[in-house]
């Protein structure tokens, strides 16, 4: 579960502004520069999802869909716990989002309690996944209900399927999950979907579009990974044209690091992360070096030629 939540806009003038935001821990505060830097990714580079690690802090920025609200300038960030998974986070992302636009208002204090109330429900899905006591709970509060009604034979069918689906739904999650961490990222996808069905059958509808979700999640990371190896097929072309000496290139570098970092973010792979951001700063001062070398260059080509137009 996030350890916060924060609702934000990003103004084509001034900046980003945070609207609500909402910490188990107040120390847990997202840095300014933090905030500035998914500004910049979102606004100047386009990008829909955003990945930043600071200090061993993990931090991830999407854009919401707020086309009901005329709106197209709002994000949601999180700053995850340690040891959260992305993939998980990502797939509970519309969940939360569909919360946001129902309950949107200009009224800060309403829209913090919306931010907190997204996070229990987080915990509350997370803890049902966790303990399929807790589903077979609430497929019993829910026949009561329905007892109540007078909804006699729906009540038996969810009666019925509440004393075995969600021992089935916890097994094939727990499946599903060791197959993502052996990297059978499509055997995991369908081990996710599988488990969705489930969760639809017993009317656990967040679950089940959680599942969802996260299926369809996993199932592009083998995509993914051939991007990455095909960028990193395109870095090492542009860089071999740096042995001719073409410093220039330092800067041409740069477009194909961001887009592995990226992947790497989305593949949780840390160790490659740091490699790519520090190769990214070094590109980036090599290019600056270069620009001045470039410029000094110029001085000196336009001192000697002076120097050859002096008549001796």
Partial sequence: MPKAIILFEIDKSFGPNILAEYYLKEQDKIPTSTLKEFSDKHAKKNL???YIRNND????????NAESLKKD?????FILQEGEDLVSLKSIFQNVEDKIVQNFTTDKKKLTETLKNAINSIFSLIQKLQEPKIIKETINERTKQMLDEGKLKKARELIDLGEEIPEKLAAEVKIAEQLLSEKEY???RKGFLKAAELATIIQENEIASFLKNKGENVGTFPDLIKKRADISKELGKRASELENNQLYLYNYLI????RLINVSNTLEETELNDVLIKLKSNSQRASRLAKELHGLDNKIREFIKKIQDIEF
């Fill in 48 to 50: 829909i999802d955003v």
């Fill in 57 to 64: 802090i993990r931090y991830y920025s999407s854009k919401i």
């Fill in 73 to 77: 300038n709002l994000f949601l960030c």
């Fill in 186 to 188: 499509r055997k995991a």
């Fill in 255 to 258: 477009d194909p690091i961001d």
